[in-house]
């Protein structure tokens, strides 16, 4: 299975570049062979289409109700689980990895993480908030959620 990790849509609803980046390198990696399916994940994410063009409508999961890394990750876990899927390789930004890494490692299924190349030249102060906004989120994740906001794995 492959999981792409969610990011908000502009204002407009369109997707963001990080969005399509991520989508973008989840179709290549379908292509490769990788894994059979696709599961997005992100329900803060307005934008209800699916951009997966070229990927066969089974293929593609979906997880509307995901309204951050912890609850993406969970929630793939338990379609993972329902399905009897054991692995899965999860695909995000670069900057958004470390701590999605963090939060895969507590989860009882095999993974690796992958990281979606940017589309095009990312403008250096947007990296740099990114990274100042992904800092202070694993802080958060390493001193607050971490104790109060695990998933519910028993009797998964």
């Not at 963090?102 to 589309?119: G, K, T």
């Amino acid at each position: 299975m492959i999981i792409v990790l969610g990011t908000p849509v502009d204002a407009d609803g369109n997707p963001s570049p990080h969005e399509l980046a991520r989508v973008t390198e989840a179709v290549h990696e379908y292509e490769r062979g990788v894994a059979p399916r696709i599961l997005f994940t992100g329900g803060a994410v307005k934008n209800r289409f699916v951009e997966a063009q070229g990927i066969p409508a089974s293929a593609v999961l979906e997880d509307p109700a995901a309204r951050n890394t912890m609850e993406n990750t969970c929630n793939a876990l338990r379609i993972m689980r329902s399905h009897g899927w054991e692995s899965a390789e999860v695909i995000s930004s670069p900057s958004h990895l470390p701590r999605a890494g963090l939060i895969l490692s507590r989860l009882p299924i095999e993974w690796r993480v992958h990281a979606a190349p940017a589309l095009g030249p990312v403008g250096s102060g947007s990296a740099a908030e990114q990274s100042v906004v992904e800092l202070l989120k694993t802080v958060h994740y390493l001193v607050w959620s971490r104790q109060m906001e695990r998933c519910d794995v028993r009797g998964q």
